[in-house]
T-cell receptor, first 114, second 112 residues
Framework: KAGVTQTPRYLIKTRGQQVTLSCSPI?????VSWYQQTPGQGLQFLFE???????NKGNFPGRFSGRQFSNSRSEMNVSTLELGDSALYLC?????????????FGEGSWLTVV | GEDVEQSLFLSVREGDSSVINCTYT??????LYWYKQEPGAGLQLLTY?????DMKQDQRLTVLLNKKDKHLSLRIADTQTGDSAIYFC????????????FGTGTSLTVIP
């Protein structure tokens, strides 16, 4: 069974640009959540989607957005990139949402903003 | 958000046991987790424990939970060089979703 797949793995963008990251969950999983990992802030929750609906949202500005498609694949978008957005963006999938469900992570997308 | 704290670094000799500690704040957490992250990689689920358990053993891994003190530990027996990585404990937020709060991570170095 394939794991969580994230693309692209590495990318470099310029301040002010926007970026779209993609996540394909484990087959059969309907919940996708996104995390940002930086050396200073650690792992921070961005948002979670379940059956195409945003379930929860972390404390990030509106420049960070996401969506989920009917096949459970998810994308996140960051507009007007800032240097501080440089981070590892991790996607995690789960079969369902709520207590008792474990989340499984992808390898992440490394974003560098210059 | 919730506060999950871990010590930053741990160094052990190969063959010894490693104990990684974590404290959390949300007393309503139902599940607590340990993840491992190797350099340049994502997070790998190691094990988890339900809050009504005190201990869970899984091969070389032993998780101890002291719910009164909100203290979680991960013991790795017979630590190997391949265990060198960053270990994160995590608690699930008390809402109904899949929002997790992660600790700062403990960097484990195994000395041959």
């Amino acid at each position: 069974k394939a794991g969580v797949t994230q693309t692209p793995r590495y990318l470099i963008k310029t301040r002010g640009q926007q970026v779209t990251l993609s996540c394909s969950p484990i087959s059969g999983h309907r919940s996708v959540s996104w995390y940002q990992q930086t050396p200073g802030q650690g792992l921070q929750f961005l948002f979670e989607y379940f059956s195409e609906t945003q379930r929860n949202k972390g404390n990030f500005p509106g420049r960070f957005s996401g969506r989920q498609f009917s096949n459970s694949r998810s994308e996140m978008n960051v507009s007007t990139l800032e240097l501080g957005d440089s981070a590892l963006y991790l996607c995690a999938s789960s079969s369902a949402t709520g207590p008792g469900n474990t989340i499984y992570f992808g390898e992440g997308s490394w974003l560098t903003v210059v | 958000g919730e506060d999950v704290e871990q010590s930053l670094f741990l160094s052990v000799r190969e063959g010894d046991s490693s104990v990684i500690n974590c404290t959390y704040t949300d007393s309503s957490s139902t599940y607590l987790y340990w993840y491992k992250q190797e350099p340049g990689a994502g997070l790998q689920l190691l094990t988890y424990i339900f809050s009504n358990m005190d201990m869970k053993q899984d091969q070389r891994l032993t998780v101890l939970l002291n719910k009164k003190d909100k203290h979680l530990s991960l013991r790795i027996a017979d630590t190997q060089t391949g265990d060198s990585a960053i270990y994160f404990c995590a608690e699930r937020a008390s809402n109904t979703g899949n929002q997790f709060y992660f600790g700062t991570g403990t960097s484990l170095t195994v000395i041959p």
